[in-house]
């Protein structure tokens, strides 16, 4: 799984040919770390068909303002640049699955 930056948002997320789950996230967030091997396996599990990537919402700020991230873990599903659905909090990897299925 990739973290990306605000620079590399356009390029990763808004023009990919995949759905892509964008884990906002931060260092300091105790669920965050949680969901972090559960995004891992799934980015393995998806690859070819969604992408899954990771932004720190303090260092990029921009994107957490312009998303409207309120709480982290936020999980938000990109699909042909817009985003269409997400997951707030630590979840099981099923219901990750789930959300991320319908787009694919």
């Known amino acids: ?6 620079n590399e948002f356009q390029m990763e997320v808004l023009e990919s040919k995949v759905p892509v789950l964008v884990d906002f996230a931060a260092s300091w967030c105790g669920p965050c770390r949680m969901m972090g091997p559960v995004l891992e396996q799934l980015s393995a599990e998806y690859e070819g068909k969604a992408k899954i990537v990771k932004v720190d919402i303090d260092e990029s700020m921009d994107l957490a303002q312009k998303y409207q991230i309120m709480s982290v873990p936020n999980m938000v599903i990109f699909k042909n640049g817009v985003p269409v659905d997400g997951v707030i909090g630590a979840v099981p990897p099923a219901v990750v699955k789930e959300k991320l299925d319908e787009f694919i």
Request: hydrophobic content about 35%; charged content about 35%; proline content about 0%.
């Open 1 to 6: 799984m990739k973290q990306i930056k605000s």
